[in-house]
């Protein structure tokens, strides 16, 4: 059985979740089917922070905490992660011989499977994890399934401030993406 999840990006403002209005002011909410465990966000162990972390470092970095872009740019990673997973099992599944059963219908050439991630309007009830996003943080929630957000259990925060800069570069690289330079100040 997949480990569903979903992940909210809220605005500057929103910091603090404990009613269930509070959990709805969200301007970007994502899901994930499967594989939405925690992980850890260093990338030492598989899970949603691994995949997420780096990129909102680096996003943040790029242009700055932005709400519906982050919502929008966050998502297209996911998918890309996705479609680049997928294109790897399809490899490997060839390499193997193992291309029976109408299994390469899913995993198809272009590794787009069309399937896994999605926007949402509302809380999904079989989720087990809750991923919130904010401006300095993502708050990982451990989810009860047909209870209500506001009973959802806080399990780890993550604060961007304390990610460690050589384990940011490393979880980057284990995603594809380019290791982060610190800005230089301007000399004009």
């Not at 932005?66 to 297209?76: F, S």
């Not at 991630?117 to 993502?138: K, L, M, Q, S, T």
Request: charged share 25%.
């Amino acid at each position: 059985m997949s480990t569903r999840c979903q992940i909210a990006i809220y605005p500057q403002g929103v910091t603090t979740l404990k009613t269930e209005k509070d959990f709805k002011k969200h301007v970007g909410l994502l899901y994930r089917h499967s594989d939405g465990y925690p992980g850890h966000e260093d990338g030492s162990e598989y899970g949603v922070l691994p995949d997420i972390v780096p990129f909102i470092l680096l996003f943040i970095e790029r242009r700055g905490y932005g709400d519906e872009y982050l919502a929008a740019w966050l998502n297209w990673h996911l998918i890309n992660l996705s479609t680049l997973s997928n294109l790897k099992r399809r490899k490997e599944l060839i390499e193997r011989g193992e291309t029976g059963g109408g299994i390469l219908d899913y995993y198809k050439e272009d590794g787009m499977s069309f399937t896994g991630h999605g926007i949402c309007d509302v809380f999904h009830v079989d989720i087990e994890y809750f991923y919130a996003i904010h401006r300095d943080c993502v708050d990982v929630y451990q989810c009860g399934l047909e209870e209500g957000a506001s009973q959802w259990t806080l399990v780890k925060s993550v604060r961007y401030g304390e990610v460690r800069r050589h384990n940011l570069s490393e979880a980057l690289r284990n995603i594809g993406l380019p290791p982060t330079q610190r800005r230089r100040k301007s000399h004009r």
